[in-house]
């Protein structure tokens, strides 16, 4: 039997508190999806669970300026969102696509950014809609883009004493349109193979006037592909500038394709250089009017 104490603080202050009591001893948990499997498969637990299911304010998805998400909001709530589904497409294509719907009625979207596997369905989607992590702790709060949140695999710059509560998403990504594929053995409850997001503006004359392209498991982090972005900028919406942009993306230009167990790199080089396109063309049509 694996045992641990387990605490439900009612505000991030007790939450604070409890970190800085137990330190190293203790460990955060929203949903439990990760945390839980981790604890199953390893056979080890903290000492002490600190659980953040009590703290309701960090549950919303707010447009106000910008686009405010709490880091407690569930996938489903992603999923079932107008608002999301609508204006941030690809983060509801990434929503939809986590586990099953019992587990997206749990998990949280900070929980899957905190644990931060190459693998994570959101965390393709907020790095293309240029989303911002906004960390609390005892001496406040700091901002910063998800670009720089990861530092490795499982690995992300969350002080131990800090809490993430809430994603911001700039308001002028409500001119692009976005999409998110993710490539797997399967369609149901399996990890992707590769994820692949897309966000676009178009100009007046229907040129892409700006884009964000981003690239899950194909690296330790999640990646932008930026050299692919800017080939993209001031170019018709056509085949063939669509095809190169692909080609770009899977190059070393952006990034070093890896060898997993789960897929070979020369595999995820083919699959960016189709379903970039792809998504691209997707993104596009649903740029709102």
Known sequence: MIDYDYKKPENLEEVFSLLKEYGPKATLIA??????????NTRKAPEVLISLRGLEDLRYIRKNNDYHIGALTTHRMLEQSDLVKTELSA?????????????????????????????ADTSGPLLALDATVVL?????????????????????????EEV???????VEMEGFGSAYWKHSRRKA????????????????????????????????T???????????????????????????????????????????A??????????VPRMARLAAERIKN
Request: with cysteine; glycine share 8%.
């Open 266 to 275: 020369w595999y995820r080089e083919k699959i960016i250089q189709v379903f």
């Open 91 to 119: 983060l509801h294509d990434g929503a939809s696509e986590v586990g099953s719907v019992q587990i997206r009625n749990v998990a949280t979207v900070g929980g899957n950014i905190c644990n931060a596997a190459p693998s």
């Open 222 to 264: 999640p990646i932008r592909a930026y050299k692919a972005e800017e080939f993209l900028k001031g170019k018709p919406l056509d085949d063939d500038v669509l095809r190169e942009t692909g080609k770009i993306a899977s190059s070393r230009d952006c990034c070093s394709l890896r060898d997993s167990l789960r897929c070979a």
């Open 31 to 40: 949903g439990g999806t990760d945390v839980m499997v981790k604890i199953r």
């Open 189 to 220: 409850m399996e990890l992707p193979l590769l994820g692949i997001s897309v966000a676009l503006k178009l100009s007046e004359n229907k040129e892409i006037s700006d884009a964000r392209i981003s690239l899950t498991v194909a690296a330790p």
């Open 136 to 160: 609390e702790g005892p001496e406040g709060r700091r901002s910063l883009p998800i670009a720089d949140f990861f530092t490795g695999t499982y690995r992300t710059v969350r002080k131990a």
């Open 164 to 170: 993430l509560v809430e994603f911001q998403i700039p």
